[in-house]
């Protein structure tokens, strides 16, 4: 696959804005930030999240790359750039792995469960966590959780999601690489629907190729009947709103 090739490939992008994508700082990961940025300025994209794995991760990226994303431009061949991370929820209590004063700095915080600090019979645990978790005011959305083998109860962390005004990502990568999260998914979205705890559809790009393709989301989306306008990243301007919100909401937390 030739870069140019893929930038001519004429996607257009059904999201304004990716999410949740990675580069090659996060070892597991094959694309620098410039080519997922090309990506997503040739498939039509107003904006991009750079949210690379936080150091709690085998091979996530040490605490200074995320001081010094403020060295990045705000905006990379007419995309907006979000300075962000994907942090890992690490117990019942909630913990994160970078600190609150660099989270508040940062435009977009998701956290997801990867490591091995729970197993499938944790439970309560998960529960927990998530619980937890939605109380911390430096996240701005719960990434991944119908993926993997870490079982909760969905509906009190739905919830608590809801309670704490928690974003959940519906995760293009878990559909499409472990099919059998398909129907979690599913079940998770509904009752998002349900609570109106608004979501994101995001490609979790490790490859530049990922970013712009939404189809298993998408059609997530319409199974469960999940209205358009609660999901903040089909419009550039709107996720842009909210993003300059919870920049609010963090400063008043950090003071
Ligand atoms: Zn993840
Ligand atoms: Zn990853």
Known sequence: MELMNLLADGIESPVAVETHCHTSVSAHAYSTLMENVMVAAARGMKGLC???????LFDGAPVYYFENLKSLPDQMMG??????????????A??????????????????SIHLPEFSPGDREAVNAAYQNLA????????????????????????????????????????ARAVPE??????????LCKQYEVP????????????????????????QVGYPKDRILNLDGERFEAYVQERRREKQRHIR
């Open 50 to 56: 750079v949210t690379d794995h936080a150091p709690e």
């Open 79 to 92: 995309v907006r750039l979000y300075r962000g991370a994907e942090l890992n929820l690490m117990s019942a």
């Open 94 to 111: 909630g913990r994160v792995d970078l600190p609150d004063g660099l989270l508040s700095r940062l435009d977009w915080v998701i956290a």
């Open 135 to 174: 109380k911390n005011p430096f996240v701005d959305v719960i990434g991944h959780c119908g993926r993997g083998k870490f079982f909760f109860d969905w509906e009190p962390v739905i919830k608590a999601f809801a309670g704490h005004g928690k974003v959940v990502e519906v995760n293009e990568l878990s």
């Open 181 to 190: 999260s398909v129907e979690r998914c599913a079940g998770i979205l509904a």
């Open 199 to 222: 979501v994101v559809l995001s490609a979790d790009a490790h490859f530049a190729d990922a970013i712009g393709r939404y189809d298993h989301a998408l059609s997530l989306v319409e």
